[in-house]
């Protein structure tokens, strides 16, 4: 043996011997003694401000960063049943290990959940917070959620913009299409599932290399349908989407904070019946002069509500046209059979001449009780704008009492709250906030009782607890579902790619012309977020 | 022994002096830090960010090694020494395994082969270009083919197991480069060593490997996993750029397989005997044997010794001269002057080198961007009223209209940011973030905007991302200091004068109108002195004379010692073509003025109606004035 060998040997049984004591004796997994203690008779300061909320008992551990002076720290994380989880760490970083936190909250649903917080100063001597309690609902959330990540305000289409899919109960996130695969230059938009199931699933694209499209993806098999559709709803039964054809174009402000804007300059609704495929629309959907927008089911697919909005404007070549701050939209619903493929009669649901708001972005539970809503200025777009606030519209109480009453949510910031999504439950809405982070738009969870309380909102969790205080990307248009989207991206770029698609014929007896001309060509890009 | 060293010696001088003028002539010439910056050309520059969660972004994926290397090395072109340094480590590294590669197969001459991968990576740098980490992971695949080389042992089992084991490591650290490592070794196995059927047998394994690992374990695209880092993957083919000169790169990686395949060629038809003595196999029992040839006493006679030195001189001298003759022919040939002034502009500009930028920028006024540059920079010195029409103007390079599809928007943005055009800026500057990456420039332009619009929580984002960088932590983390301490921000003076003139009244609009923008920016604050001269100046490009008179009671506000030249110019055409005399206001025109005016009309009278005639007698003399220019829409053309 030579020396070379010799050493190699020392070096290797040295390393074991101290892995194996370092793992037996670990200064910092001795037990702490936090006596004598001082109350600090507060909560501590921790970040993200996981403090009095409701979360679900599958999420991901809610790793945190307590923003208080120490040179140790202890944590002890623990409920009614199940063992206490203690983190003792000189970093002010509280990583949580996923195992004993989805064991302690499994046992624990619908039981309060403690955080004790203890710090240790440069003298030695322990600190104590008041105990934060939250609570563990009950339900879960869908296990996944789908957003499109993107920087903000840009008003061109190179860099980053993917949609992605994050599993709630850990921090794994997977890419599902990004702007690369689009060629140079292009958009993704909204993405639509049929309740909260990926099996029926489109996504809008455009892309100045393979044209405006809508993948179209049913049960793992991604189909590429000649047409973009607009915001988009699936009927429940599956059969058809309804969706918005917009001229939307962007403009900018000279002074406000939130630099862009987009108006409605023309729009309609259309639907499209997915197995043959065939393309409708509905006189009271198409009217030359209104704006028709944001389109959502109700749960059992007898009603549809939307946006629908006056048209001040004759000339929708000026942009923006003078009267953009005067557009205001009434949430409507129409009744619809779809056994004769019938429309009703259309009925308003909220009138802006009541609230002196517009609303936008309704969206209804899967168990048919609530409808949400956005509530703002002016316009259609609330994400850019700084008061746009979520309500909630008990739609069982309003078909008996013929009143429908939007309600302001407690969840909401002096920033603009937008683009949200019922759990397939109906218990927890996701929703986007620009509350803690300017520009760069948040996810956040708030737990909806069965009275309609909607309870402090948590911010997404991610593994690195300062993750968010430099993310340069803004999250939007989150929607929750129950399981992985199945197409992988590479199959759904080759759809995107290829010159195989299913045609579809527009209407021509469409009432809106200009909006109708605009869903082909580039010109009819959706020029917004 | 004497000769072979002599031999080598020579070797090492002439690879000495190449690297060592290769290490200046980037250093002083090319400044690697100019590629750093960008100049809204280099869409590609890599951002790097300090600590795990960029680490774990990066490296775990294939070829995330090299990218996460290259990305940490490519910040250091932030120093042009350092970065210069880097480029020319990289291009010496290639050329000694270039030429360990070729001297295992046979190939000993000429030598200066092993050099054409710098010279070619020379010509990328030279045209400001960044290719640096397809270039690294050829480098990779290069070290791994030479350490098969070495180590291949003569059994073809392990040495299928070995090539596996390469194949794969290499994968993961360069993800498609691995193709090219596994062609050096096909090569060499079927042309060298004679081995055919384990050539192709590697051929089929990197086949495999790049479906098993990066498809099957790694998910990626079926064309990433083969192309990934290569050159020509989509991701670098798609962004087509004229002056990206991805052909010298194609040709950096082709240069070893064409080579060695022409050599193998040439030995099988011409019985070469470099390639001779390989086929006979080129095992280290030969080659020691080979060794002690070499060391056995030598018998030649003295005057033999002397000539075969005399001539081994000869030879490294005509081989340094030949090789300099192609490097410098090669850097004549593709210095493309005009780009390297178009990248140093925007340096000083963003660094407030305001004569610098004037020296540069006068020799190449054709270019909008630097007449664009130009103007900023006059508008600095103070010198925007009396001296921008002795330039080239034009409205296409005044303010880079947003409509014209060439200009990016990385050059309107120290304008808007001058100007206090906050929201403007900020739009340029978010799309130059979707365009050119995280840019710490860009992310610091951010910051600063985010703070005089008092939005701090945004601001703060842009900070705690720029305090992961290498160079702008200091920045950043003084800017958050400050931001505890007073959170308006109220000592410091470039969020102060940002705030001063920033607008207030906000409207909604499509385009950036530019007369629109400076009247609303001198409502806001009428002593925006660079908002007032770009206005008379965008009047006067325009030809405007009402419009600019409408506005001339602006210079109240302002105190110019008097009228500057161009105003007096203006008001001067104004008074002749109107036949209004102007209300100056107790202001003077300058006699000299009147003077030279009173002298231009007498020659433009003198031609009557033949102004094409009298453009070649007034353009000595009066191309650097405002009436010049409003007769003939051009400036600036007295020197050529």
């Keep these: 043996m030579n020396r070379f060998h010799r050493y190699t040997i020392f070096l290797a049984v040295v390393l074991v011997v101290s892995s194996i004591g370092l793992l037996v004796y670990n200064p910092l997994r001795k037990k702490v003694t936090l006596e004598p203690c001082i109350s600090i008779g507060r909560l501590a300061r921790i970040n993200p401000d996981y403090c009095g909320i409701v979360c679900p ?18 944590v002890k994380i623990y409920s009614d049943n199940g063992k206490p989880i203690e983190i003792h760490c000189k970093k002010a970083k509280v990583i949580i290990p996923p195992k004993s936190w989805h064991s302690l909250l499994e046992a624990n649903r619908g039981e309060k959940l403690y955080f004790e917080i203890f710090t240790r100063n440069a003298e030695g001597q322990w600190n104590s917070f008041d105990r ?44 599902i299409l990004d702007r690369n695969y689009l060629g140079k230059g292009g958009c993704l938009n909204c993405h639509s599932f049929c309740g909260n ?35 988009s709803s699936w009927h429940p039964s599956g059969k058809l989407v309804m969706y918005s054809v917009n001229n939307l174009p962007m403009f900018f402000h000279s002074a406000r904070s939130e630099v862009r804007d987009t108006v409605d300059l023309d729009s309609y609704l259309a639907y499209c019946i997915v197995d043959s495929p065939a393309i409708k629309t509905a006189p009271a959907l198409s009217r030359k002069e209104q704006l028709e927008n944001w389109p959502v089911w109700s749960a059992d697919g007898k009603y549809l509500y939307f946006c629908s909005a006056p048209m001040l404007w004759e000339n929708t070549k000026q942009i923006p046209p003078d009267e953009y701050k005067d557009v205001r939209y009434n949430l409507v619903r129409i009744s619809y059979d779809i056994t004769g493929d019938e429309w009703g009669q259309e009925e308003t649901v909220i009138s802006s001449a009541d609230t002196g708001h517009s609303v936008g972005m309704p969206r209804t539970s899967p168990d048919g009780q609530w409808l949400s809503l956005c509530v703002f200025d002016y316009g259609f777009f609330p994400t850019w704008q700084k008061n746009s606030d979520l309500y909630l519209i008990d739609l069982e109480q309003a078909n008996q009492t013929g009143v429908f009453i939007p309600k302001k949510l407690n969840i909401n910031s002096d920033e603009s709250e937008s683009w949200h999504c019922w759990s397939s439950n109906s218990r927890w809405l996701i929703f986007s906030s620009k509350r803690d982070h300017g520009v760069f738009t948040r996810l956040y969870i708030s737990y909806i009782d069965e009275n309609g309380n909607a309870y402090k909102p948590l911010l997404i969790p991610q593994k690195d607890p300062l993750f968010y205080e430099s993310c340069l990307l803004a999250y939007n248009t989150p929607e929750l579902i129950i399981k992985p989207v199945s197409p992988r991206c590479e199959n759904l770029a080759k759809v995107i790619r290829s010159s195989q698609k299913i045609s579809v014929d527009i209407p021509i007896t469409m009432a809106t012309p200009k909006a109708e001309a605009t869903s082909t060509g580039e010109q009819s890009w959706q020029q917004r977020e | 022994m004497r000769l072979s060293l002599s031999n080598n010696r020579g070797w090492v001088i002439i690879r000495t002096v190449f690297f060592s003028l290769f290490y200046l002539y980037l250093w002083m010439v090319v400044k690697p830090h100019l590629i750093y910056y960008g100049c809204g050309e280099i869409t590609n520059f890599p951002v790097f960010y300090k600590g795990w969660a960029f680490f774990n972004e990066v490296v775990p994926h294939p070829g995330g090694p090299i990218k996460y290397l290259s990305d940490f090395l490519s910040q250091l072109l932030y120093y042009s020494w350092a970065g210069a340094f880097v480029l020319t480590v990289h291009a010496l590294l290639i050329c000694v395994f270039t030429g360990y590669y070729l001297k295992k197969i046979g190939i000993t001459r000429p030598r200066i082969i092993s050099i054409i991968p710098s010279i070619l990576l020379l010509i990328t740098y030279n045209g400001y270009t960044y290719h640096f980490t397809t270039a690294l992971a050829l480098l990779a695949a290069l070290v791994f083919a030479c350490i098969y080389i070495r180590i291949a042992p003569k059994d073809n089992i392990l040495n299928v197991i070995l090539f596996l084991f390469l194949t794969v490591v290499l994968y993961l650290i360069a993800a498609g480069a691995y193709l090219y490592f596994s062609l050096l070794c096909c090569i060499y196995e079927i042309f060298f060593r004679r081995r055919f059927s384990v050539g192709l047998l590697y051929g089929a394994i990197a086949v495999c490997i790049g479906y098993i690992v990066g498809v099957l374990v790694f998910k990626v695209s079926i064309i990433d996993a083969y192309s990934e880092l290569l050159p020509f993957s989509w991701k670098i083919a798609d962004y087509t750029h004229p002056e990206k000169l991805i052909e010298a790169v194609y040709a950096l990686y082709l240069l070893i397989p064409f080579v060695a395949t022409v050599f193998a060629l040439w030995g099988l038809f011409t019985q070469h005997r470099f390639f001779l003595l390989h086929i006979k196999g080129p095992s280290r029992a030969k080659s020691r044997k080979s060794k002690h040839k070499r060391i056995a006493p030598d018998k030649s006679t003295d005057t033999d010794k002397t000539t075969a030195s005399y001539k081994q001189k000869i030879s490294t001298c005509c081989e340094l001269l030949f090789l300099f003759a192609i490097a410098a022919g090669t850097v004549i040939y593709f210095f493309n002057s005009e780009r390297k002034a178009v990248f140093e502009v925007d ?16 020799r190449y006024q054709n270019n909008d961007h630097i007449v664009h540059a130009l103007n900023r920079a006059l508008y600095h010195l103070g010198l925007l009223p009396s001296d921008m029409f002795s330039y080239k103007q034009s409205m296409r390079s005044f303010m880079l209209s947003a409509s014209e599809e060439g200009h990016s928007p990385w050059n309107k943005i120290g304008t808007y940011y001058d100007l206090g055009a906050v929201n403007k800026c900020e739009c340029v500057l978010a799309d130059s973030l979707e365009k050119y990456g995280e840019r710490p420039e860009l992310i610091k332009k951010l910051a600063i905007v985010r703070i005089a619009k008092n939005d701090i929580p945004s601001a703060r984002i842009y900070l705690e991302a720029l305090n992961k960088t290498l160079f702008y932590s200091g920045w950043a983390s003084n800017y958050l200091k400050q931001l505890d301490a007073d959170p308006n921000m109220s000592g410091d003076e470039e969020i102060q004068r940002l705030r001063s003139l920033m607008l207030h009244e906000d409207k909604g609009e499509l385009e950036f109108l530019v007369e629109g923008m400076f009247i609303d920016l001198l409502e806001r604050n009428p002593k925006n002195r660079m908002a007032f001269e770009y206005l008379m100046a965008f009047y006067m490009l325009m030809g405007d004379n009402e419009g600019f008179i409408q506005n001339i009671d602006r210079l109240d506000d302002f105190n110019y010692p008097q009228i500057p030249r161009h105003y007096q110019e203006a008001i001067l055409s104004y008074i002749y073509l109107t036949k209004n005399m102007s209300d100056l206001q107790g202001r003077r025109i300058n006699i000299n003025s009147l003077n030279r005016f009173k002298e231009f009309m007498r020659v433009v009278e003198l031609y009557g109606n033949n102004r094409q005639a009298a453009f070649y007698e007034l353009v000595k003399n009066y191309s650097d004035t405002y009436y010049f220019y409003y007769m003939y829409r051009v400036s600036g053309l007295q020197n050529e």
């Excluded at chain 1, 008992?57 to 202890?74: C, D, M, Q, S, T």
């Excluded at chain 1, 609902?137 to 499109?148: P, S, T």
């Excluded at chain 1, 699933?201 to 991604?222: E, F, H, P, V």
């Design chain 2, 347 to 362: 340096y000083y500009l963003g660094n407030k080198q305001w004569k610098k930028v004037l020296d540069i920028g006068r």
């Design chain 1, 132 to 175: 934060i309690e939250n609570e563990i609902a009950d339900e879960d959330i869908d296990n996944f959620a789908m957003y499109r990540k993107m920087h903000p305000m840009h008003t061109l289409y190179y860099g980053n913009m993917g949609l992605y899919q994050r599993d709630l109960r850990n921090y794994s996130e997977k890419l």
């Design chain 1, 197 to 231: 199931s990926p099996d029926n699933m489109i996504i809008g694209i455009r892309s100045r290399n393979y044209g405006i499209s809508t993948l179209y993806a049913k049960n793992g098999t991604a189909r590429k349908i000649d047409t973009k559709f607009g915001y």
């Design chain 1, 57 to 74: 008992p599958n999420i991901a551990p809610l790793n945190f960063v307590v923003k208080e002076e120490g040179r140790e720290l202890f």
